[in-house]
């Protein structure tokens, strides 16, 4: 996040909670040196992994600490959050979470979907190949993020730059039905 506002940037602040549970003690200090930053999209409250009821309920106590520090709120969907009331009023971006088998299928285009009637951002975590790049440009999703990119940028990011570049072109073909 700091190089990102140095240079002026947009940025966006995930929980951490996939990669380590753990840091969510030090959530509200991530949070508080956002606060102020002009150019952050949203902050994801924090969730559970694959427990879309959990994360509701953690999102309910959450949302007021980052809202109070003036920014954006992501909630993360997980398995089943298709079949529970989304608090549509409460967020500013939908973030794609879930195991495999949710993000890739009907529940995740569903809620995508219905974020963008709403005017909401949309955010996919754990983009790592040229499937799940194709797949966020079907369902018009804003941003997506991925560890191959961070992990190994000489290598993987000249190959997501142009998987991005295959995605859009098909996107803006016109389709013959």
């Keep these: 996040m700091t190089f990102?506002?140095?240079?002026?940037?947009p940025f966006a602040v995930d929980n951490s909670a996939f990669s380590n549970p753990a840091a969510l003690v030090r959530f509200p200090v991530l949070l508080d040196s956002c606060s102020g930053q002009p150019g952050c999209l949203w902050a994801a409250a924090p969730d559970v992994i694959g427990d879309a009821a959990e994360t509701l309920s953690l999102?309910?106590?959450?949302r007021g600490e980052i809202v109070a520090r003036g920014l954006p709120v992501a909630l993360?969907?997980?398995?089943?959050l298709e079949r529970m009331e989304v608090p549509w009023s409460h967020l500013d971006c939908l973030f794609i979470g879930g195991d495999d088998e949710f993000k890739d299928g009907p529940a995740a285009a569903w809620l995508c979907?219905?974020?963008k009637r709403r005017g909401k951002?949309?955010?996919v975590g754990r983009v790592n190949t040229r499937g799940r790049v194709e797949m966020c440009a079907?369902?018009?999703a804003d941003s997506?993020?991925?560890?191959g990119v961070s992990m190994f940028p000489d290598t993987n990011l000249p190959k997501t730059l142009a998987w991005i570049g295959g995605a859009m072109r098909e996107q803006s073909r016109p389709r013959m039905f």
């Design 4 to 9: 990102a506002v140095r240079l002026g940037l």
């Design 144 to 147: 997506f993020d991925g560890t």
């Design 121 to 123: 951002l949309v955010h």
């Design 76 to 80: 993360v969907a997980q398995n089943g």
């Design 113 to 115: 979907r219905a974020a």
């Design 59 to 62: 999102f309910g106590l959450w």
């Design 138 to 140: 079907r369902l018009g």
